[in-house]
């Protein structure tokens, strides 16, 4: 693989496995919405790392934006080997009853509509290429629930498991392969943002291994979905909860 794009790629999650590719000698196309200084920190690091790359602004909530910011990579890289289509929000921590419509619907444009639009743009690509790799970002809250805190999450991210079982199969045929990632507790900063900054503690006895995952154990794994180590695995989602 030498061309990678990767959606939400300035921090987190995205951020470890920009860095992580970098180190392969890729390619990597660091999408991001807001931050400005984020991805061009990122680029400089995969760039140190011996990478290349492209920062790409772009809200993936808006198809024909999408498309333009997939045409852009294309052009310059000559082809899309793979994605990882991890752009997305938890919302803020609240109730179901208690939550602002207006933040559920920001939840869905960026989690669920976004992700489809990826999807659905960079499979167009790939079928013409007849071949590509795509890994999905979902989570363990699609099986858990959420309950008490983030079932509007949840939610979004059990459409992500569909999406991800239906496109394995319609996109097989076409040498490409769909798989998914389901991270459980992570160290990010995603828990301060949803306003509750000690969730990491406040959940760790929650977890059978009795400590928190790491971006760069997520990453790790992405880049084996994405690499021909895996090249039997399709329509799968990899836990990455320790055990939770």
């Known amino acids: 693989m030498k061309n990678l794009l990767i959606t939400g790629g300035s921090q987190g999650i995205g951020k470890a496995t920009a860095l992580e590719a970098a180190k392969n000698g890729m390619f990597i196309g660091i999408n991001y919405n807001f931050n400005d200084k984020a991805a061009e920190k990122t680029l400089s690091e995969v760039k140190q790392l011996g990478g290349e790359g492209i920062i790409l602004k772009c ?3 808006n198809h024909s ?5 997939f045409e852009n990579f294309v052009d310059t890289t000559g082809s899309l080997d793979g994605v990882f289509n991890n752009a997305g929000t938890t919302g803020p921590v609240s109730k179901i009853h208690e939550l602002d419509p207006k933040d559920f ?5 960026t989690n669920v509509i976004g992700a489809f639009n990826v999807a659905q743009i960079s499979s167009k690509i790939m079928i013409k290429q007849k071949t590509g790799n795509i890994v999905n970002m979902t989570s363990i809250a699609a099986d858990i629930g959420g309950a008490g805190e983030l079932v509007h999450y949840a939610m979004s991210k059990g459409a992500i498991d569909s ?3 239906g496109m394995a199969k319609e996109l097989a045929v076409y040498g490409i392969r769909v798989n998914a990632v389901a991270p459980g507790l992570i160290a990010t900063d995603i828990h301060a943002k949803a306003g509750d900054a000690s969730r990491v503690d406040r959940l760790m006895p929650s977890v059978p291994l009795g400590r928190v995952g790491s971006t760069q154990e997520v990453a790790d794994t ?3 979905l994405l690499s021909e ?4 695995v399709c329509g ?3 836990r990455i909860s320790g055990g939770r």
């Open 105 to 109: 619907r920001s939840l869905i444009d």
């Open 222 to 224: 992405v880049m084996w």
């Open 59 to 61: 809200d993936v909530s």
């Open 163 to 165: 999406l991800t079982y």
């Open 65 to 69: 934006a999408v498309k333009d910011m």
């Open 229 to 232: 180590k895996s090249s039997y």
């Open 236 to 238: 799968t989602i990899v």
